[in-house]
């Protein structure tokens, strides 16, 4: 399905210029999510320009969603399933500016770089993850490469996984006991970066799934992921 769909995407007019706008998206959202990266861990201050940089990315969603309505609305025969499919990517890729401006907030908290302790190497493991996922994207959704999109998907129940059980951990103050303040940061930051590989993860599984399955598994005997 998302090859048919890329085929209207690549024809020129509004489509084309739409779905340029959604990959200019995701791209801005990965430099956002490298800088606020950069300053949990170097201290930073908040970065100056990040509350715009979201601001931009609900400015490119706006424009996306009025480039399908003007499309569906003018054209003779317009493909009401790609305005659907494009419009719930947008969603997606917005949150993702969100939760990266929460990882910028975050860094402004602190009063020495971000440390992990006992979960550092996990948190890191779960930063790079992300990244990764980032790396993919752009292509899965240019070339309609559906490994790429599927290892996405892959790579995002890894870093649920690491989330979910270093989030057990704290809870049952297995690590950073007694230690509160950086059992909270570091418990907000793996939520954080969960949100956004969640978001990519979503964005990916258009690539292989009708519009009415954005979001979930692949059609499989296995139950939902939501």
């Known amino acids: 399905m998302w ?6 995407f690549k024809g020129g007019g509004l489509c084309e210029e739409a779905f340029d706008e959604a990959v200019l998206m995701l791209t801005e959202s990965r430099g956002m999510y490298r800088d606020a990266l950069f300053a949990l861990h170097h201290q930073g201050a908040m ?34 399933n790609m305005g659907l499919v494009l419009t719930a990517i947008v969603i997606d890729i917005e949150r993702i500016g969100d939760y990266t401006k929460n990882i910028a907030e ?12 006992e979960l550092d190497a996990d948190v890191r493991k779960a930063e790079s993850l992300v990244d990764s996922m980032f790396d993919d994207i752009v292509p899965a959704l240019q070339d309609s490469d559906e490994d790429r999109a599927r290892h996405i998907m892959e790579v995002h129940t890894e870093v649920a996984k690491i989330v979910e059980d270093d989030i057990h951990l704290l809870r049952d103050s297995k690590v950073l006991a007694g230690r509160s303040g950086h059992a909270v ?28 399955r954005i979001g979930f598994r692949e059609k499989t005997d296995l139950p939902e992921e939501g």
């Open 47 to 80: 970065i100056a320009n990040i509350y715009e940089r979201d601001r931009q990315l609900n400015r490119y969603e706006r424009s996306v969603r009025r480039k399908i309505v003007t499309h569906l609305s003018v054209s003779t025969k317009p493909d009401i």
């Open 106 to 117: 975050l860094a402004t908290t602190l009063d020495a770089p971000f440390d992990g302790l």
């Open 185 to 212: 940061t570091v418990a907000l930051h793996l939520r954080f970066l969960k949100r956004v590989s969640a978001h990519l993860k979503n964005v990916a599984t258009s690539v292989v799934n009708p519009y009415h």
């Open 3 to 8: 090859r048919d769909i890329l085929s209207l």
